[in-house]
Structure formats: C-alpha cells, structure tokens
C-alpha cells in the first residue's frame, strides 16, 4: 500500500479532525459575535401597511407617544393604537384630515369592518425575557433611550441593540439614563452632563432604584 499512497495520508486523519476543531471554533466564533441583536436586529424597518410617519406625527404636530400608546404607563406593554385612534383624527366626518387620502384607505377599511390594521412588529426581545414598559416609563426612563429618536423617523426603524449588555449597562448607571418623569415622552429634551449627575443621583435616591443585576427580575 506504501507504494499506492504517500507516507503522509497517514496523518490525513488527524488533519482532518484539527481542521474540522478550527472551522467549528470560528463558525461558534462568528455565531456567537454577529447573531446577536445588535447584528441581527438594529437596523431592522419593515413596510407597514399603511405609511405612518412618526416624523408628522411625533416630531412636526408633536403628538404625545401615549396618545397613540396608551397603555404603556400601566402595562408591561406598549400597545399598537387601535384603527379607533387614527379614526379620531382622519375620521369622515367634517373636519377630518385626509379624510379621503387614498393612503388611509386601508384605516377607513379597518373602521368599517372592525378588522384590525396588520401592523409589523418592529422592536423585539427574546421569548424569555420579560420587560416591563410601565415600570421603566414611570422610574424615568424615556423611550428615546430604547427605541432611538422616533420622532425623527418617517419609518420606525429598530435602532438599539436591545441585547442584555445594552440593558446591563442602564441596569448598573441608572442615574446617567434618567430623567424628570414630565420630561418622559419629550423626546427632544436634554441637559448638560453635569446636570444628569446631579438629577440622576438625586432622583435614583429619592425613586429608591437600585443598581439591581438580578438575572430572574427579567429572565422568566
């Protein structure tokens, strides 16, 4: 057989399995790095069904976020507004805006028939953690700090990682990411450094919220 194949096929064997040992660890390597949300999901801007321009509403009419979601200071969610809520500004009845705008056909079709709008989700965390939208809003957290300037996107894009270094880092310095309770949903508003120090320390102390790192506070 020595005269068929090199004395060096002896080895193919061992070749092999560091070979496969490398391509598995950089596979692993590279899943573990780049599938994570700040990869797979930051960026992310589905089509709607209906072209709804946060930019109009939020940032140029300056509408209330919790005009439209108006649960999220008293549940775990943030609601998708009800066709109801679009209705009460783009109804058909006198005084209406575009009332009759082919863009908005799809709203009127959903007030006629009760059928809801099916609007894509865009912002998502694992099945196994639990947020609570009412707990953060209330403590001082505004939306900016998750979702990114809504107020400036036409297209609500996912613009933060979301991943749980992203939360660690808020969990450990609640006071840099804190602001006065009125100024939640003003998502134009801020202060100098010096001013989030002293606010923050002082409204941390006062809100009694602690640095807490607990994995079972939102792993369910």
Not at 78 to 95: E, R
Request: proline fraction near 6%.
């Amino acid at each position: 057989m020595s005269d068929i194949f090199p004395k060096w096929t002896n080895r193919l064997p061992i070749y092999v399995i560091v070979g496969g040992i490398l391509v598995g660890t950089a596979v692993t390597a590279g899943i573990w790095y780049y599938f994570t949300p700040k990869y797979t999901r930051v960026g992310y801007a589905p089509k709607q069904p209906v072209a709804f321009s946060h930019e109009i509403h939020a940032g140029q009419l300056g509408l209330d976020c919790r005009y439209c979601h108006s649960h999220v200071e008293k549940s775990w969610f943030s609601n998708v507004p009800a066709t109801a809520t679009c209705i009460n500004c783009h109804g058909p009845t006198k005084g209406g805006i575009l009332k009759e705008d082919p863009r908005l056909a799809l709203v009127r079709e959903s007030a006629a028939t009760g059928e809801p709008i099916p609007w894509k989700q865009v912002h998502k965390v694992p099945d196994y953690v639990f947020f609570n939208h009412s707990v953060h809003v209330n403590r001082g957290i505004s939306c900016v700090e998750c979702h990114g300037e809504v107020h400036k996107m036409d297209e609500v894009v996912h613009a933060k990682p979301l991943s749980m270094a992203f939360c660690l880092e808020c969990h450990r310095n609640p006071e840099d990411h804190v602001r006065p309770l009125e100024h939640i949903t003003n998502l134009e508003w801020t202060q100098s450094e010096e001013q989030q120090k002293a606010f923050g320390k002082e409204f941390v102390a006062h809100a009694k919220i602690h640095a807490s790192q607990n994995c079972s506070a939102c792993h369910r």
